[in-house]
């Protein structure tokens, strides 16, 4: 049980990890008022099919929507959390009132990092449902987009640009996906990338914003690139400037326990949190499983305390791109080779396992069926257990 007395939960956040954990509230038997707070209009929603199925046109809007809470949860659109007093336990919203809590989680995700001063037009982002719409519409009339970062998320809105039958081009300082992916199997999807027309430009010194008023393309140094659309995808930075003043622990994130608390009063979970398992620096692990499984533990910690049971590291995520469905479990190790367990690299069928100092420590399934399970096996990773 709860080392205080629990009847008030306010969530702040309303995607994955906030709906996670008031879903976890309530299957544990948890009976008190759960308000979610969420600064967007729509209703929860998961972002992952933004860049993929949204933005192509082939999903529209409303698949995207996460189940709907049960009646006994108060969701509050357009309700942003603008200050944290923990010192009496009260959410200040951005119009000033003040939300009470016995219990609060913290889910307020991250937001795009962009490359424009605020106030310039031109530079696309795809991050929430309305930046997916209005990038559609923009894509919709254009020939040619320049895509500005070449991680999981550039590389998928290049992929369904391409698709698209736009001239796409994506510029990076590093050759794309290797931080992600090591050189081997980063190759391999830029392969599979160049095939369907996109073209590389390495710009080692990374890029500028070019175009008046508009921004058009963007200098390289030794070069000008310019396009009907620019995108950036140039990573995200956690939802925290509302925490600032609360004296909660920072650092490059909101800093968890292993259990995902923050405060005895307060727990965190998903995009917005960083963690600091085995002495090392703090991390992120900003994917969709990891929200799931932080938003579960998050929603126990608050219920049950020190007695919750610490979630085992889990690390599964999933991308979509140039027709390559890739599933991945573990850390893959830069620079290694991996052995070839069933299908053929060459026809980009495969599934993959690395090695490190000769223990296995990543799988991954490349246009490959595979129990998520046994994948996980694979990549030295036990299921997590919900
Ligand atoms: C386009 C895209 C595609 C993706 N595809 C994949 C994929 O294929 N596989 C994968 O594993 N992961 C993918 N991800 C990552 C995954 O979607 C995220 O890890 C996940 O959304 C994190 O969930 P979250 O609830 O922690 O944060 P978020 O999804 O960022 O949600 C945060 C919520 O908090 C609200 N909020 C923010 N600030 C405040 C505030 N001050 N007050 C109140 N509410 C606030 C926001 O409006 C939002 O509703 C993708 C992400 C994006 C953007």
Known sequence: MSAFPLRQVVIAGGSIAAVTAAQNLRAQGFEGDITLLSEEIHAPYSRVPLSKGVLSGKETPDLAALPALGEDITVRPGARAAHLRPEDRRVILADGEE?????????????????????????????????????????????????????????EVASTCAELGLTVTVVDRDPPLRRLLGAWLADLVVDAARDRGVRFVQAPNGVGLVGHPEITGVDCGDRQLNAD????AVGDLPNTEWLADSGLPLDGGLVVDPRCRVTPHIVAAGDVTVTRR??????????????????????RTLLHG?????????????????????????????????????????????????????????????????????????????????
């Open 99 to 155: 939300v009470p809590y016995d219990g609060l989680a913290i889910a307020t995700g991250a937001h795009a990092r962009r490359l424009a001063i605020p106030g310039r037009t031109g530079e696309h982002v795809v991050r929430t449902l309305d930046d997916a719409t209005a990038l559609g519409d923009r894509i919709g009339a254009a020939d040619s987009v320049l895509v500005v970062g070449g991680g999981f998320l550039g590389m």
């Open 229 to 232: 659309v620019v995108v950036s």
């Open 278 to 299: 085995n002495g090392a620096g703090a991390r992120r692990s900003p994917h969709w499983t990891s929200a799931v499984l932080q938003g579960q533990a998050a929603a």
């Open 306 to 386: 020190e007695t919750a049971p610490v979630p085992p590291p889990d690390p599964y995520y999933w991308t979509e791109q140039f027709g390559l469905d890739i599933k991945i479990s573990g850390e893959i190790p830069a620079g290694t080779v991996p052995t070839v367990l069933a299908g053929d690299p060459r026809q980009r069928s495969t599934l993959l396992q690395w090695h490190h100092q000769g223990r296995p420590v990543a799988a991954v399934s490349v246009n490959h069926r595979i129990p998520i399970v046994k994948l996980k096996k694979l990549g030295a990773h036990a299921p997590a257990t919900t």
